[in-house]
């Protein structure tokens, strides 16, 4: 907009001067005879239209000149926009990742305290039973588990069975299974942990002093060592397990099944 303006600044000068040059003309053309005030007066009028031509010209190139500055002004502002819109989003990635790693090692600390305190005196004991036994009860504690069984591999029946369990009332203590048979079995076959929602009625039931109720969430861990399937955990819930818990008890897989398979083969 000053650019617009100086340039009609311009224009009122080269008018103004064009007057003044004209004005010296006419006082001119005064003295003169009628011949040469006619003379006079066509080359008034030429210089005249020269004059308003030139002002017409002036103001035109002013005008674009100044477009083009307000062209340039405005890109280099959306520019400048752009660039800092990219600045606050860099800044904000770097925030974010930041704010990742900040979670994944609090995440981290987090397992490793769980499974110091799951593992903790596990080392005490030399023998599957009691060492299934405070097992499960270490884990009960701080994974809101609400019940539990151990099943461990007998190399000679080629089959799993029950050695410890935790809050579980049944008469079938019994219970075996093969590798691929049932969920456990299909467990113990694909090495992987499987978690189960919405857990059908009575397939296990917890008793306590206020009656009978039905977990509706179940965790089946396999329990490896190298590469062969040695233990099964069943845990049951309340509360379906959070992501952290699954990657915990992937951790305590290594934490723990060496042991189990040294135990076992002092069968």
């Known amino acids: 907009m000053k650019l617009f303006e100086k340039g009609q600044r311009h224009i009122v000068v080269i008018l103004a001067i064009f007057i003044i040059i004209s004005a010296c003309f006419f006082m001119v053309t005064v003295n003169y005879s009628s011949e040469h005030f006619v003379e006079v007066r066509n080359y008034f009028k030429i210089y005249l239209l020269f004059a308003v031509l030139s002002a017409i010209g002036v103001f035109i190139y002013t005008k674009r000149k100044f477009s083009q500055a307000e062209n340039i002004e405005t890109s280099l502002f959306n520019r400048k926009g752009v660039e800092a819109a990219t600045l606050k989003q860099k800044e904000q990635d770097k925030i974010d990742r930041e704010e990742q790693k900040r979670k994944a090692l609090e995440q981290k600390r987090l397992i490793e305290e769980k499974l ?3 593992t903790s005196g ?3 004991e030399n023998e599957l039973e009691p060492f299934f036994d405070r097992l499960l009860i270490n884990v009960s504690k701080p994974l809101e588990i609400v019940q539990g069984v151990a099943y461990i591999w007998d190399k000679e029946k080629q089959h799993f069975r029950i050695i410890s369990t935790y809050a579980y009332y049944t008469d079938k203590t019994d219970r075996t299974f093969e590798i691929g048979e049932g969920i456990p079995g299909q467990v113990a076959k694909d090495q992987k942990l499987l978690t ?8 296990i039931q917890v008793v306590s ?3 009978n109720s039905s977990p509706k969430h179940l965790v089946e861990i396999p329990l490896v060592d190298n590469k062969q399937t040695i233990a099964i955990l069943e845990l049951a819930s309340f509360s379906k397990p959070e992501v952290i818990q699954q ?8 934490r723990i099944s ?9 069968l």
Do not use: R
């Open 258 to 266: 060496h042991k189990i398979a040294s135990m076992i083969e002092k």
């Open 209 to 211: 002093g206020l009656g």
């Open 116 to 118: 110091l305190e799951i």
């Open 247 to 254: 990657v915990f008890f992937t951790g305590l897989n290594e």
């Open 122 to 124: 596990l080392n005490e």
């Open 196 to 203: 189960l929602d919405n857990v059908p009625d009575n397939y």
